[in-house]
């Protein structure tokens, strides 16, 4: 049998079609990967946005915003814990660097006692600086990096 030009036996034509075969279930293997992939990413993101929101409506509700995050702070971690397993290359380094900046204001501001953090020592004008920043900030630029795919 000639096929574009070449002469190809019953063999050749089965050792084709058995390459081609292989091939398209290569393919759909890898397609297979990618849906996984992407609806694993998209619930470790549901999850991440369910933890963050409450706490977004709590401060936008007027509550005492080191209070909320006090108390809310430790279910954010977890939350990001399994969410950041599911982000890549660069997204990953940007999410981490504002998970960060998060985590520092966490830090220097919320660790304090309830008096540290009404009540600063007249020199620490870093931290009025940082005490004067609305965490909803944080949250929401962490929100953007759990936006489904």
């Known amino acids: 049998m000639i096929i574009f030009g070449l002469n190809l036996s019953a063999g050749d034509l089965w050792l ?3 390459c081609g075969a292989l091939i ?3 393919v759909g293997y890898h397609f297979l990967l990618d849906v996984q992939r992407h609806n694993a990413f998209n619930s470790a993101a549901e999850d991440f946005r369910n933890t963050l929101i ?4 709590k401060l936008d509700g007027g509550k005492f915003k080191f209070d909320v995050i006090k108390s809310d702070f430790p279910s954010h971690r977890e939350a990001m814990l399994r969410f950041v397993q599911h982000i890549k290359g660069k ?3 940007s999410f981490e660097k504002d998970w960060k900046e998060y985590e520092n204001w966490y830090q220097d501001v919320c660790c304090r006692g309830t008096e540290g953090i009404l009540f600063p020592d007249e020199g620490e004008v870093e931290f009025s600086k940082k005490r004067a920043i609305n965490p909803s900030m944080f949250l929401n630029r962490l929100l953007i990096h759990a936006a489904p795919k």
């Open 16 to 18: 084709l079609g058995t």
């Open 24 to 26: 398209i279930a290569l």
């Open 54 to 57: 409450p706490s977004i409506n």
């Open 91 to 93: 997204a990953r380094c």
